[in-house]
Every structure is written in C-alpha cells, then in structure tokens.
C-alpha cells in the first residue's frame, strides 16, 4: 500500500545497528501525568484484548508505565506470569504497582528495558500488549518487529495507539487550537507520529497478520 512503511526482514538488533535511537519520553512521569495514567484499567482500556486471552498465558505489556493497566491483565491471566517492561526514564513509576501487585499475590514483575531490545528470549511470550507507546515511538516498526520477536508461534500481539488526526476543535478561543499546533509541533521536534495508530496496524512484519478491531474509545 502506498505511503505504508516497507518491512524488511530484519531483526531488531539489525535494525538497531548500535541502537542509536533516542529514547525519549517527553511527557515526563510528574504527578498529574502519572495520576492520568493510573486512572486507566484493562476492562476499558485492553477491552479488545481480553478476549483473547486465556488464563495461564505468559503476557508482556511493553511501555506498561505506571501499570495498573497491567495489573488487571494479571488478574486476567492468572496464574499466568505477567512482565511489565518500561524505559522509566526517572525510575519512578513502579514502586505503586509492585506493592499492589505483592498485596493481591499477583504474578507480575516490572523491569526497566526498552521496547526495541527487549530483555527476553525469542518466542517466549503467549501475548504481548502494549497501550498508549507506539505514538512516543521514533521507530514503531522497530519496536513491531521486537515485539513479534518474543511472542511465540500463534500467540497474539495487542496495539493501541493514537490517531490523532481525527480530533476535531470547536472552541469559543484560539487557546486549544493552538495549544494542539504547540502539541503537534513538539512531536514533530522529536521525530514521533502522533498518527501511528493509523497505520501501525497495516504493516506487516514476516508472520504477523492484523486486524482492527472496533473498539470504543474513551
Ligand atoms: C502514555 S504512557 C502509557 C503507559 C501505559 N501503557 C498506560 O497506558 O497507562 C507511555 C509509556 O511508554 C514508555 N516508553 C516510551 N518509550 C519507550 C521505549 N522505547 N521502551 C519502553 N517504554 C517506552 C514511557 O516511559 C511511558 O511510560
């Protein structure tokens, strides 16, 4: 399809050549973003995905943050292991998320690593999630690839990611319209598509088939 990136077959760390990527996460992790991102919950936010998940299934959330949308993965899954991985740039998010995961005996660890290099072997994950990352993501298609590395023959891959360009202003002042300009702008300036959720899911990386599923957005 045109305009669509070109998959190689490369693997990532091909791709990676010494990993010159940036990882950068410009929201940051201040209170009110980390207070916005607890907020969300796997029954509303990976609603598309729970119904292919099966308990006892070994699941990845990858760019998991503050994690309480992985914790509810876990419940899902349990008593399958569930690992939570995040650059945590500022290494603060997790701590909440351990200590209510130790209180419900929940199997879930978090560990700091990045999406493109995941710490784990090949084929080693029945599910693999990931919420909210891929529009933070200099290279989606990277991260893709890293992504269905580790899953295991059959298993399934879960992306939600933004599409910005959907989003329309009426507004009485020319604030929010330019507050969105300063958004778009400061995404550009870091080389990330606030679009990706777009077309992230017509590219194809080798054996990997998706789909858009309807899902309510909130
Ligand atoms: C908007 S938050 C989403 C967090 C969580 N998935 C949620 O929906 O609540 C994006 C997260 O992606 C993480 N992130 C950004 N780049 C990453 C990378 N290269 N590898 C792993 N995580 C990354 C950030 O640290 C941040 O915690």
Redo the contacts with the bound molecule.
């Keep these: 399809m045109e305009g669509l990136p070109v998959i190689q077959r490369q693997s990532a760390p091909d791709r990676l050549n010494g990993d010159d990527r940036q ?1 950068t ?1 410009t ?1 940051g ?1 201040r209170a009110p973003v980390l207070t916005f ?1 607890k907020q ?1 919950t796997a029954e509303i ?1 990976a609603a598309f995905f729970a119904p292919h998940l099966k308990k006892g299934c070994r699941l990845l ?6 994690g ?2 992985t914790l509810g993965l876990a419940r899902q899954v349990a008593p399958g292991q569930v690992i939570g ?5 500022e290494e603060s ?1 997790f701590a909440i998320a351990r200590e209510q995961a130790q209180q419900e005996s929940l199997p879930v660890e978090f560990q700091k ?4 290099a995941l710490p784990f072997a090949s084929a080693s994950f029945d599910a693999v999630f ?4 891929f529009q ?2 200099a290279d989606p298609v990277l ?1 893709l690839i890293e992504l269905n590395r580790v899953l295991k023959p059959g298993g399934i891959i879960g992306i939600r990611a933004a599409d910005s360009g959907g989003i329309l202003l009426d507004a009485d002042s020319d604030g929010p319209t330019e507050g969105l300009a300063a958004y778009f702008a400061n995404r550009a300036n870091d080389g990330v598509d606030p679009n990706v959720g777009s077309w992230v899911g017509c590219c194809e990386p080798p054996d990997l088939r998706f789909s858009k599923l309807p899902h309510r957005t909130r």
Excluded: T
């Design positions: 990882l996460y929201p992790y991102m969300r936010h959330d990858a760019g998991c943050g503050p309480s949308i991985i995040d650059i945590d740039i998010q690593a990045s999406i493109y990931s919420h909210a990352v933070h993501l991260a």
